[in-house]
């Protein structure tokens, strides 16, 4: 016999719980949306991918239509950026503008490698020095023998951010600020970099250099000092124009770095160099705390308080080649992550991965509060986990109702019962209050008379059109043949979604179809996901009543499907009988999803 599955309360509250954890980071998350670019031309927030912009470029081919890599990533509110090496840019998903771009037969081919959102739009900075500001080129500055590498886009602070300096490094340690190609605004100075010879056109050709190539700009919040990373980690900062080196200038930070090493094969996002080395340095930031970030690509990490040590030292994932290679690194307060080239994305000193992006070759990182722009985004459709569920006649039903949605805009889920095609019998419905604040349930007291009965629920997202799921009650009469034993019987479950990081609840209902005899639930604890390392599974059965619940927060380890087997035994004193049921678990991974 069946008793009351779970009590009206209990089953509203865990789907009202669901329900809210979704709509969690609309409603001013701590945590951001983590973007990451591969350089084939995806676009990913916190593991779910948005886009995928167009591009030949064929890994397996790297010397082939290698100027149609997706390097740079910049991004602004709900707006993403994206540009290719050739000049393409998009936003959210769609190309926009296209950039000048010749190659050249002779020299080398001037690539463009910076990108940076201001007050006034989004800024491109191609090697040999032009800058534009929202597709159109608004300065040429001198690349003399050099190249330039990064811009920075910063907040003026004398019209408090509504307007913009951008600043332009080159190679040689030149900051340009704005338009003004008269000049440096700013050079960075100390040690072997001043005295550079290797020119623009040998380093873009075939991804050598010197190691005092200086390839990244960062801004120190807390007083406005312009910092400047090398390849070989020299770390310098100024914030005054250079007619005699500022103070804070005058001395060159040099964090480790190997002194007899070959270095040939250099890692930095101008060529297409295939022996990247991993000791070199990749990406400056500081925090709001005016902590530098200075990451290498065998993913150490120094910072202002640990110049000699590293601050972490993060995994490699055993490939000698350049999956191991960490790419960028992107701060939000004191809160930092990283991204590696095979999409693992780690937060702050954890040496585990928060995010695993889906695919490899990933080159940017960046992040914003704001839930992204879904344009060009195909909104799945919510999924609601239905029961066909098996009942003695007269006994009570509770039935949860669990929506799962992984777009944006789960806080304008809403889920309603819907008409079903034939009449109910009565007492039989979906959330008879009509509450509001929570999803339907749903409720049978007294269930009569014996027969199958579909209970229709919808679905709306606001996008997509409204997806209507049935959960179906079978009614059956209880056996009195004392003679025969039968298996205890299940009610199944479809649609059984897990969001990546959210708990998962499935209630496991069975009854007995033998008059008198009760049913437990058992799983076997000692398989997955109950061993789970990171995430082990529980399951808690209330004995003799036929009823289980099964919790679990996949990790993205897990994305993909889960069988869990469940067994079901009698209460006969006789000869027990035992049933059992797999539910297969689909895990994906959702952009709503906050890491850490």
């Known amino acids: 016999m069946l008793c009351p599955l779970l009590s009206r309360r209990a089953v509203r509250g865990a789907s009202a719980l669901l329900l809210l954890a979704l709509l969690a980071p609309l409603a001013g998350a701590q945590t951001p949306f983590l973007y990451a670019l591969r350089e084939t031309g995806g676009t990913f927030v916190n593991g779910t991918q948005l886009d995928k912009l167009g591009s030949n470029f064929d890994p397996e081919s790297p010397n082939q239509n290698s100027f149609e890599r997706w390097l740079q990533l910049a991004v602004s509110g709900a707006d993403r950026y994206a540009l290719r090496l050739d000049g393409k840019l998009a936003k959210n998903g769609k190309n926009i503008y296209k950039l000048p771009f010749e190659i050249s037969e002779s020299a080398a081919t001037p690539l463009w490698v910076g990108l940076t959102y201001g007050a006034s739009g989004i800024y491109a900075l191609r090697q040999d020095g032009k800058l534009t500001l929202n597709g159109v080129v608004t300065v040429n500055l001198p690349p003399d023998v050099y190249f330039f590498t990064d811009c920075l886009a910063v907040p003026n602070p004398d019209d408090m951010g509504a307007t913009s300096d951008i600043y332009s490094l080159r190679s040689d340690g030149m900051v340009f600020q704005n338009n003004v190609a008269s000049g440096p605004f700013l050079k960075f100075t100390g040690g072997p970099g001043l005295n550079m010879t290797t020119t623009a056109a040998s380093v873009a050709s075939d991804g050598t250099g010197t190691e005092s190539v200086w390839i990244a700009l960062a801004l120190d919040p807390t007083d406005g000092t312009l910092l400047g990373l090398r390849r070989d980690g020299k770390i310098s900062g100024g914030s005054s124009p250079p007619v005699t080196p500022p103070a804070v200038d005058a001395g060159l930070l040099a964090l480790p770095f190997p002194s007899n090493s070959d270095l040939s094969a250099a890692f930095n996002q101008l060529n297409s160099a295939t022996k990247l080395n991993d000791n070199r340095y990749v990406s400056l930031k500081v925090d709001s705390a005016g902590t530098f970030l200075a990451v290498r690509g065998n993913g150490q990490i120094f ?35 990283t991204v590696r080239w095979d999409g693992n994305i780690y937060s702050g000193l954890d040496t585990v991965p928060v995010l695993k992006t889906p695919g490899e070759r990933f080159r940017d990182i960046e992040l914003s509060d704001v839930v992204p722009d879904l344009t060009v985004f195909k909104n799945p459709v919510p999924i609601a986990m239905t029961y066909t569920a098996t009942v ?49 349930v749903i409720t049978w007291n007294d269930a009569t008379p014996k027969g199958t009965y579909t209970v ?82 529980l399951f808690t059965a209330d004995p003799g009543t036929g009823t289980g619940t099964f919790t679990w927060t996949p990790t993205f380890d897990d994305i993909g499907t889960t069988q869990v087997k469940f067994t079901a035994t009698d209460s006969n004193a006789t000869k027990p009988l035992t049933k059992t049921y797999t539910v297969k678990v689909k895990v994906v991974s959702s952009f709503l999803i906050p890491p850490g």
């Open 303 to 337: 910072s202002t308080a640990s110049v000699v040590t590293p601050l972490v030292d993060l995994p490699s994932n055993g490939d000698p080649a350049i999956n191991s290679l960490y790419q960028d690194v992107v701060v939000k307060g004191t809160d930092f992550w």
């Open 392 to 440: 003695i006649e007269h006994d009570a039903v509770n039935l949860p109702v669990i929506v799962s949605d992984i777009e944006k805009s789960a806080d304008q889920l809403v889920v309603t019962a819907g008409v079903p095609k034939k009449p109910l019998p009565p007492g039989l419905s979906a959330d008879p209050d009509s509450d509001p604040l929570t999803p339907p």
């Open 456 to 537: 229709p629920i919808v679905v709306d997202d606001g996008h997509n059109k409204p997806k209507t799921y049935n959960f179906k009650v079978k009614v059956i009469l209880p056996d009195t043949n004392e003679l025969k034993n039968k298996k205890p019987v299940f009610s199944t479950v479809k649609h059984t979604q897990a969001l990546v990081g959210f708990p998962f609840t499935l209630q496991l209902f069975a009854v007995d179809p033998d008059e008198g005899d009760t049913v437990t639930l058992s799983v076997d604890t000692s398989k997955a996901p109950f061993n789970h390392l990171e995430s082990p599974a």
